[in-house]
C-alpha cells in the first residue's frame, strides 16, 4: 500500500453499502422539513475568510486553529472552505435581499472542513444539516426548532437528552464578563493556556472548555442566567412554557454558551453518553446580531446543525439503521438470442420502475447466478434460448422460498411488483 495515495487524514469515503443509508436517512429528514415548511438553501462550500471570522468571531476554536484557509493564488484573495453553514446562510440572505417580505425558513445540507484531531465521531470532512429561521423574534420559533428536532429524532428512533440555556442580551453578557473575568483571576492558578489566553479576549469561551481539569473552576464561575434582563428573561420563560406545552423534557445547564460567538438568548444541545466524548449530536440557539453584524438590515434569528455523522453512529447504537435491499431483479441470460431478449426484458422491468441488474460478462449459468446471489436481488430472472425463443422469462426467488416459474414478461412484473409491495 506504501505507494498507493490514501484520502486525506479525518476525511473519508461513503462507500455504497454507507451512501445507501446515507441516502434512506437523508431522505426521512427531507421529509421531515417538507412537513415543517423549511427550504433548501445551497451556497458554496469556499466562502470569505473573513465571512467566517466576522460570524464566528476571531477568538473561538474554529477560527484560531480548524479552518483550512488558503491564498487564492490568482488574486491573492484569503478563502476558507465552510467549517460550518450558518454563516453562509446568513451572506446569501442578505446578499439576495431574502428577507424583503418577512420572515424565512431555510435549511442546507452538506460537507464542513475543520482541522481538528480525528477521532471516532470528530472528523475533518464532516456533514451537517442545519435549519435557520431567519427573522423571527418570538420565542415561538426557538421553540418550533427544537420540537421538530424532537420529532426527528422519534423518526430517527434515537431518544438523546435536550439541554437548553439563555446567554440573556448584551448588557447582561457585559455584567456577566466582568464578574467571569473576576472569578478566573481570583483563580489564575487553575488556568489552562487558553483559559489564561482567552481571560481577557473572550471570557465566556472558558465555559466551553474541554479540559476535564477546568471543570472544578467552571463549575463555580458566575452564572450568566443570574444577570438576566427581564426581556431576555420574558423570552425565556415563552420557550420553557411551549416546550413543557408539547411534553419535551430538558434539563437547564447554566454552563451551556456554545463554541461560537454569535448566539444570545436561547441556546440548547441535544447530547447522548452512548458516542463518548463526542456527544453532542445537534446544537444551536438564537442569534440576533448575526444579520446585522454581516452588513444586513437588523434582523433576528435563529437556529441549528446536527451532525450527521454522530445521527448516524447513534442510530447504529440504537439499532435502527436498516440495511438498503438490493435490486429487484438480476437478469441472467446465455446465448446470443438470449441476449436482445434480457435487454428487452431488462428495460421493461425498469420502465415498470423496478430495479434491474443486467448481468455482464458472460459467463456460465451457475457463475451468473452466483453473481445474481451476491447482488442481493429479490429474484433471479433467467433467460436462456427457450424463453427467448417463447418471449418469456424463468423468474427464480432468491430471498423467500418458492419454486421457479415461467411466465410471460408482464406477469414477471406483476409478481415482481407484488414482491415489492410486500416488502414495504
Ligand atoms: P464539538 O463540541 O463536538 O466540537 P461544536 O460545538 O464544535 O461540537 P457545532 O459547531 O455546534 O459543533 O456543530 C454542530 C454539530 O456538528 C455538532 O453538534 C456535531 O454533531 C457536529 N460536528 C461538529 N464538529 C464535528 C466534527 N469535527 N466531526 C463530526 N461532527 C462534527
Ligand atoms: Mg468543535
Excluded at 59 to 65: A, L, N, P, R
Excluded at 202 to 226: E, F, G, H, Q, T
Amino acid at each position: 500500500m506504501s505507494n498507493t495515495i490514501q484520502s486525506v487524514r479525518g476525511m473519508n469515503d461513503c462507500l455504497p453499502d454507507t451512501a445507501e443509508t446515507w441516502q434512506a436517512f437523508e431522505a426521512i429528514v427531507r421529509d421531515w422539513l417538507r412537513r415543517y415548511g423549511y427550504r433548501e438553501l445551497r451556497t458554496p462550500i469556499l466562502e470569505q475568510t473573513g465571512l467566517f471570522k466576522r460570524a464566528i468571531g476571531e477568538v473561538t476554536d474554529i477560527v484560531e486553529k480548524e479552518m483550512y484557509t488558503f491564498v487564492d493564488e490568482l488574486n491573492g484573495e484569503s478563502l476558507t472552505l465552510r467549517p460550518e453553514g450558518t454563516a453562509s446562510a446568513v451572506r446569501a440572505a442578505i446578499q439576495h435581499n431574502l428577507l424583503y417580505d418577512g420572515g424565512k425558513r431555510l435549511w442546507y445540507a452538506g460537507p464542513m472542513f475543520r482541522h481538528e484531531r480525528p477521532q471516532k465521531g470528530r472528523y475533518r470532512q464532516f456533514h451537517q444539516i442545519g435549519v435557520e429561521a431567519l427573522g423571527f423574534a418570538g420565542p415561538d420559533i426557538d421553540a418550533e426548532l427544537i420540537a421538530m428536532t424532537a420529532d426527528l429524532w422519534r423518526a430517527l428512533g434515537i431518544a438523546p437528552t435536550l439541554q437548553l440555556n439563555t446567554l440573556g442580551d448584551a448588557d447582561a453578557r457585559q455584567r456577566h464578563r466582568a464578574r467571569l473575568i473576576a472569578h478566573y483571576e481570583q483563580h489564575a492558578d487553575a488556568l489552562d493556556e487558553d483559559a489564561r489566553r482567552r481571560l481577557h479576549s473572550n471570557p465566556l469561551r472558558i465555559l466551553d472548555s474541554k479540559n476535564p481539569a477546568m471543570a472544578p473552576v467552571n463549575a463555580a464561575a458566575p452564572r450568566l442566567m443570574d444577570e438576566l434582563d427581564g426581556a431576555a428573561r420574558t423570552h425565556f420563560d415563552g420557550v420553557r412554557r411551549l416546550l413543557d406545552s408539547c411534553g419535551i423534557a430538558y434539563e437547564i445547564n447554566p454552563r451551556l454558551v456554545r463554541g461560537l460567538d454569535y448566539y444570545n438568548r436561547t441556546v440548547f444541545e441535544w447530547v447522548t453518553d452512548q458516542l463518548g466524548a463526542q456527544g453532542t449530536v445537534c446544537a444551536g440557539g438564537r442569534y440576533d446580531g448575526l444579520v446585522e453584524q454581516l452588513g444586513g438590515k437588523p434582523a433576528p434569528a435563529a437556529g441549528f446543525a446536527m451532525g450527521i455523522e454522530r445521527l448516524l453512529a447513534l442510530m447504529e447504537a440504537a439499532g435502527t439503521v436498516c440495511a438498503m435491499p438490493g435490486p429487484d431483479a438480476y437478469v441472467v441470460y446465455a446465448g446470443e438470442a438470449a441476449e436482445a431478449h434480457a435487454w428487452r426484458v431488462a428495460a421493461a422491468l425498469r420502465a415498470a420502475g423496478l430495479a434491474a441488474v443486467l448481468h455482464a460478462g458472460g459467463g456460465s449459468f451457475k457463475s451468473q447466478m452466483k453473481k445474481a446471489d451476491a447482488s442481493r436481488a429479490r429474484f433471479a430472472v433467467i433467460i436462456g434460448d427457450d424463453e427467448a425463443a417463447a418471449g418469456q422469462v424463468s423468474l427464480k426467488p432468491l430471498r423467500d422460498t418458492g419454486e421457479q416459474m415461467r411466465v410471460e414478461t408482464d406477469r414477471a412484473i406483476d409478481v415482481l411488483k407484488q414482491a415489492c409491495i410486500q416488502q414495504g
